[in-house]
């Protein structure tokens, strides 16, 4: 019988956590199947960016929203430091709402829009917005569903690219596991100049010990309720505390509170929230200046004795394991695998249902109840 993360599958199936366990079980060998993807794309991709990326005048706006706009604040100031364009990460909910802040119609522009299922209101809008005051703009869809509203509508267009993922990535549970990892992922190997396909299977090799070798520690860790939980990073790995704080929240639905922050700015205030039945879980740079901010902040907050525990996660941290000198964004997604293992564990030890922790269809695994107002109609 098969075991995940602690519970064998007949388990996760009486408790409805499955489809999440297996999804966050099985990314390592998505991403395997998304490196022979991409290599075998990879000259209709580079033949459809062109030159974009080396013109300093065009703008390369990443947008999606929830975790998907995630997938775009952790890869952006990589991919802007690489090429000469303006690379900005910018959510469907920002641009839908104030659209004159953020697009300019003499720019040459390439949205590139992550989304799980395509079917969400504001990524199909996002997409139309910008075709409407942006003359030209090209758009790069990284999505897991082929039969998404997003695909659908740019599949015979010139100016629109399709980058699906692997089929298995279109999560079935309410929580965004291995398609957030695999958008993110494929967006680097996508936009990054130092590309190459032995990174992904990598990557997949450290993800398949890295979660044998955390699963008995995050399961134990889990045991223990908690209030709140706080996920701090610097640089990029913010974006992923981001990430990682929702999918608490999402799988507790709310019964635990988060909070994402940086290293630095939480002393700012927000260090207010620690209290005896809170967690703190600090991503840990493999930048060696960032890492010195994160160990006075660690050391301050060990030395408070207020949070019920301070852990680390990353090269050094109290869950790591060796990896390549690669840049935090790439190893975003190992460091994710022990976040979502939590978050999964948290919702089993409150008898939640993790694949759909919100039976009252409050919250939505695609989100509904959205108005799109026209840019021109008011």
Known sequence: MTTLFQRTSNDWRDIGGLDTAEEIAHQPALWRTLAGQLSA????????????????????????????????????????????????????????????????????????????????????????????????????????????????????????????????????????????????LAALCALDPDFQPQHLNTLADLGEQAAVRWAPDVAQLAKQRVSRVIYLGSGPLEALAKEAALKIMELTAGSVMTMANSALGFRHGPKAAVTPETLVLL??????????????????????????AVLTIGAGGDFAIDTPAWPDAWLAPLWLLMAQQYALHQSALLQLRPDNPFTGGIVNRVVQGVTIYRHDDL
């Not at 947008?63 to 890869?75: D, F, L, P, Q």
Request: charged share 20%; net charge negative; proline share 5%.
């Open 283 to 308: 991503f840990r740079s493999a930048d060696p200046l960032s890492r010195r901010y994160e160990q006075d902040l660690l050391q301050e907050l060990r030395r408070d004795q207020v949070a019920s």
């Open 41 to 184: 794309g990879r000259s209709e991709l580079a033949a459809f960016l062109g030159d974009s990326l080396r013109d300093p005048q065009a703008r390369v706006i990443l947008t999606g929203a929830g975790s998907s706009a995630y997938v775009g604040e952790i890869i952006a100031d990589d991919i802007n430091a690489a090429w000469p364009c303006q690379v900005r990460a910018i959510a469907t909910t920002s641009l839908l709402t104030h659209p004159a802040l953020y697009l300019e119609s003499g720019a040459p522009t390439l949205l590139v829009s992550f989304a799980r299922s395509g079917n969400s209101p504001e990524s199909s809008a996002a997409v139309q917005l910008v075709r409407d005051l942006v003359p030209g703009a090209r758009f790069l869809n990284i999505t897991c569903n082929a039969d998404g509203d997003l695909a659908r509508q740019g599949a015979q267009d010139a100016n629109t690219f399709n980058l699906l993922m692997p089929a298995a990535s279109c999560d079935r549970g309410f929580a965004m596991t291995s398609s957030f990892t695999c958008m993110l």
